[in-house]
């Protein structure tokens, strides 16, 4: 099973980046999956996920109307848009795919906003 996010960069406050997480080595249509984030010396946070059918999403309060997840199943693929970036959004941001748990996790996208 492989989770490969990219799609991270420098970018000033009040832009948009998108993420994208490429999954391979698992049934996609039956997996969740999810973003998170990692900022210095703090702990990893729950950013959104789109469950495994049906398209539904569900976002974090912090991200709510900036942030926007969906998932292309003909490209084993799902983007995190982002939009009006601020400088604590700053982090590494993380995919993960779940059955039940978050058992299988990317290696991480570094997301810098400058002010």
């Known amino acids: 099973v492989q989770l490969v996010e990219s799609g991270g960069g420098l970018v000033q406050a009040g832009a948009s980046l998108r993420l994208s997480c490429a999954v391979s080595g698992l049934t996609f249509s039956a997996y969740d999956i999810g973003w998170f984030r990692q900022a210095p010396g703090k702990e990893r946070e729950f950013v959104g996920r789109?469950?495994?059918?049906?398209?539904?999403?569900y976002y974090a309060d912090f991200v709510k109307g900036r942030f926007s997840i969906s998932r292309d199943s003909a490209q084993n693929t799902v983007y995190l848009q982002m939009t009006n970036l601020k400088p604590e959004d700053t982090a590494v941001y993380y995919c993960?795919?779940?059955?039940?748990?978050?058992?299988?996790w990317g290696q991480g996208t570094q997301v810098t906003v400058s002010s």
């Open positions: 789109i469950i495994r059918s049906g398209g539904r999403t």
């Open positions: 993960a795919a779940r059955p039940g748990s978050w058992d299988y």
